[in-house]
């Protein structure tokens, strides 16, 4: 953010921008706005990295729970949560930081959660091109939880299915299973 979108935003609210704590908040937007919003100056086609041949494995593979950080594109709000993921490979195998760096591209946007949902299973099935893949995603929003509705321990669930997951409700069930259960 600019100083003067600054200032003008501060005079809007009632604040003083030259007040001391203020000084360096355009800079430390700047910088915030960098980080939150640099998925889009990645291409997601290349988030998964190098992909490996399938030896043989034609059994689900599963990351459960990667974390994640975005911004709600209607209030410009923080959502946060995780994501599980399962696919059944085909010809490649991604390796997991790739499929974690993947979510972190889109993440790093203005979203929503089912259109985030939605673009992760997507790029996986059109890059990876797996028998099929499913993602999971459960957040919090702070716009439900901050204003409107102040509701405070809502959890919103979302899920993309494609091939197999879709067609298959044994791998669906499986997925959903292994995702349940905890380690330790």
């Given amino acids: 953010m600019d100083t003067t979108a600054f200032e003008e935003f501060c005079n809007r609210i009632g604040e003083n921008p030259k007040r001391e704590g203020l000084l360096q908040t355009p800079k430390r937007l700047r910088e915030c706005e960098e980080f939150l919003y640099g998925g889009y100056k990645k291409d997601p086609a290349l988030a998964l990295g190098s992909l490996f041949k399938n030896n043989g494995i034609d059994e689900m593979i599963t990351l459960r729970n990667i974390e994640f950080y975005s911004m709600c594109e209607h209030h410009i709000l923080p959502f946060f949560g995780s994501i599980s993921i399962g696919y059944v490979p085909n010809e490649y195998i991604a390796g997991i930081g790739g499929l974690a760096h993947l979510i972190e591209v889109f993440t790093r946007r203005l979203q929503i959660q089912e259109t985030l949902t939605n673009q992760i299973a997507d790029t996986i099935m059109e890059i990876l091109k797996p028998k099929g893949v499913m993602v999971v995603c459960e957040a919090k929003h702070l716009c439900m939880s901050m204003r409107g509705l102040q509701k405070q321990n809502v959890t919103i669930k979302t899920s993309a299915v ?23």
């Fill in 162 to 184: 494609r091939g197999l997951f879709k067609s298959d409700s044994k791998t669906r069930t499986e997925f959903l299973q292994l995702i349940a259960h905890s380690i330790g």
